[in-house]
């Protein structure tokens, strides 16, 4: 399977390059997008290389999408043409994993109404605001949809979200 990851610099270390490998590992195929090509870097130095910018991508040539968090997300979600992504792939039912910040770009396309899911503490609200039902827990699987907390939750969000692409 063909996975699409969306970041941009700033976001959490481990919330990227764990997933990034631990599908690899899984035999997918990962592909990071941003804003442009290059690298991108996170809130603690590592860096990871941009295969396609968010313009470039083309929904329908992927399987699943990874959401990471950190303060990327903030960023990415202004960013139409990751929102577009986003929804599509969501309303699609294609598998969708979001972590920590990394739902709102979900809440900025508009898909969260209705759904089951987790975050960072911090952006609750937000998603509660945008129709979701917030949950406390490691892990949260509605549908097409994989949502944790933070960096503590990894292995049970991969663990999940491999589940699905099984």
Known sequence: MKVLFLSADEFEDLELI??????????????????????????????????????????????????????????????DDAVRITKKMFEDGKPVASICHGPQILISAGVLKGRRGTSTITIRDDVINAGAEWLDKEVVVDGNWVSSRHPGDLYAWMREFVKLLR
């Open 18 to 79: 764990y997933p990034l490998h631990r599908l690899k590992e899984e035999g997918h195929e990962v592909y990071v997008a941003s804003f442009k090509r290059g690298r991108i870097i996170g809130k603690h130095g590592y860096s990871v290389n941009v295969d396609i910018t968010f313009e470039e991508v083309n929904p329908d040539g992927f399987d699943a999408l990874v959401l990471p968090g950190g303060k990327a997300p903030e960023r990415v979600r202004l960013n």
